[in-house]
């Protein structure tokens, strides 16, 4: 990048009260308030300017909450499309596309839209913080951060289900310097690799990347949207994607927010059509009920349903749904709906986008696709509706077909909810 960065100008917001405070470097909690509520970026440039593609994700820099440029990010991209648009009967579909796919200009080493959010997050770490930065995930977001920050010299330790491992594919080895990995042993799913996490980050010299409560984590997955409406010209009717945590939905809504402010692109609110791995519901079985709670479940039977569904990395027991500004607001303001795909519907959307737009999609983003699918059968959606598809992944056989690939392996595997003192006496040995 030429020439000295400089830090993006903003402030923070608390969604339930509207206070405005300034960030003190990693805050992901609005202060002296008593209820749970998102906090929300504002920045400084109301109309966003695009910068060079050469800079990746770092084009949308204006509304990125970073405090420096990291090296080797790749933008979403969006297109027309022809294949399955056609194949649907829909004259304005829209593909946004992060992944693998030199053609159209997108070259996401770890084929997931959660590099957006971990080029983001590691952009707001000043250069000289000091500590571990702690991240949970349930393959693809653990992925990401591995590799920007082995190639960034960024300390980070990963939580992962064990059962996840066949998820930390590389094309070239992870920095074991700054990179470590641990896990819950099998049969555990991505929540307890999130207590695990929990854990970890009371240790001192650890912090938690924060998940939801993170702004940019969130304003990171927004560039998905930034990108689709920069490219259309106009906010979209509807908004397709398959969720776990429903923090990218809930992150296009925030971007939607941004651009009505903007002037440039409509003020359409865009309904977000979001969907989930059946029989793995949390998210709709809440929302069908007309519930802003989550419905408990079982421990037990939530890990069953877990290993049931193709799309793992959507198995999140407690997304960011109740909360202030979190997916339920998010749905309600825009008028949305909340969708579910079996997995033989995932498996059968998969080699039809590939068939029709000549790449292979990873399975969450096959959820997505068999939702627009189903939801086009039932009549709900107007031919010419101006839709976003968000393909949160794609491209993998193909970088597969191309790289050599290693696996990182774990440093440590943690039984279910493991004792403090042994969590203590391994972070030592491993930091």
Request: hydrophobic share 40%; glycine share 8%.
């Amino acid at each position: 990048m030429n020439g000295e960065f400089i830090p993006t100008q903003y402030l923070l917001q608390s969604v339930k009260t509207g206070q405005q405070f300034c960030d003190k470097g990693w805050t992901l909690d609005a202060p002296n308030e008593k209820e749970p509520s998102l906090i929300r970026t504002i920045y400084e440039e109301v109309q966003i300017n695009l910068k060079d593609p050469s800079l990746g994700l770092f084009r949308f820099y204006d509304w990125l909450p970073v405090m420096r440029y990291l090296e080797g990010s790749s933008a979403p991209v969006t297109y027309k499309s022809q294949g399955l648009g056609d194949h649907l009967g829909l004259e304005n579909l829209f593909v946004t596309f992060s992944g693998y796919w030199p053609e159209k200009g997108v070259r996401m080493r770890t084929c997931s839209f959660k590099e957006t959010e971990a080029y983001s997050v590691c952009g707001r770490i000043p250069e000289n913080a000091k500590g571990v930065l702690v991240v949970a995930s349930a393959g693809n977001t653990a992925r990401a951060f591995a590799r920007v920050c082995s190639d960034n010299k960024m300390p980070l330790l990963l939580c992962i289900p064990e059962d996840a491992l066949d998820a930390m594919w590389f094309d070239t080895p992870i920095d074991s310097k700054y990179v470590k990995l641990v896990c819950t042993r099998s049969g555990s799913d991505y929540f307890d690799a999130i207590h695990l996490s929990n854990k970890i980050v009371t240790l001192p010299d650890f912090y938690a990347e924060g998940g939801a409560r993170n702004v940019a984590r969130r304003d990171g997955m927004g560039t998905t949207t930034l990108s689709a409406v920069t490219t259309i010209g106009r906010i979209p009717d509807y908004y397709f994607q398959a969720i776990g945590s429903g923090t990218g939905a809930i992150a296009a809504w925030e971007a939607v927010d941004r651009l009505m402010v903007d002037g440039r692109f409509g003020t359409n609110k865009m309904k977000l059509m979001v969907s989930q791995n059946d029989p793995f519901l949390a998210i709709y079985n809440a929302w069908k009920a007309g519930s802003r709670q989550l419905i408990p479940i079982d421990d037990d039977e939530a890990r069953r349903q877990s290993e049931a569904i193709v799309a793992k990395v959507l198995a999140n027991r407690f997304p960011p749904y109740p909360v202030h500004g979190g997916l339920y607001d998010c749905l309600k303001a825009s008028g949305g709906d909340v969708l579910k795909v079996t997995n033989d519907e995932a498996l059968a959307a998969a080699d039809l986008f590939k068939d029709l737009e000549g790449i292979d999609i990873l399975p969450a983003a096959a959820v997505a696709v068999a939702s627009l699918i189903n939801v086009v059968k039932e009549g709900r959606i107007a031919k010419d509706a101006t839709i976003m598809l968000n393909i949160t992944g794609g491209g993998k056989e193909r970088f597969m077909s191309e790289h050599d690939i290693v696996y990182m392996q774990p440093d440590h595997v943690f039984e279910i909810n493991p004792p403090a003192e042994e969590i203590k006496k391994v972070m030592n040995k491993l930091f």
